[in-house]
């Protein structure tokens, strides 16, 4: 007979998830903030175009850290808006500390926003994807 998991396992469970995700987003966006420095550097792209390349890096490393992260059936909207949300601050703090300042403003609440709008809808893609 099958012991059945406490709740406080399944909710151990769910944390190792998110901190597996948000590690796996944050080594992904590290990699791609690299590789489009050097893009920009060698194709003269213009200004205005870092913030959007930015968003875009953002919003795929939550979606690789999700895809490679929630396993667990249940809830992967919930899991993958606090994905979405703890990964901007984890990434606000590291790029910042590496810029050697913080700066609260606008930016950071459209980064809020847009990680968990991407945060949720690739929690729902990785949950949704694994059922057979």
Known sequence: MR????????????????VKANIIALIVALLAILLS????????VSDGT???I?????????FIGCLFSLKKPN?????????GFLFVWLSFFVFSALDSKFVFGL?????????TVSGMISGIIAVNIRKH
């Open 3 to 18: 012991k059945k998991k406490s709740a406080v396992e399944r909710d151990r469970g769910y944390v190792f998830e998110i």
């Open 37 to 44: 420095a050097l893009a920009v550097k060698l194709f003269n």
């Open 50 to 52: 870092i913030p959007i």
């Open 54 to 62: 930015n968003q875009v890096i953002k919003s795929l490393a939550i």
């Open 75 to 83: 809830n992967g909207w919930l899991r993958g808006i606090v994905c």
């Open 107 to 115: 930016s950071l609440f459209n980064d809020c926003v847009l990680g």
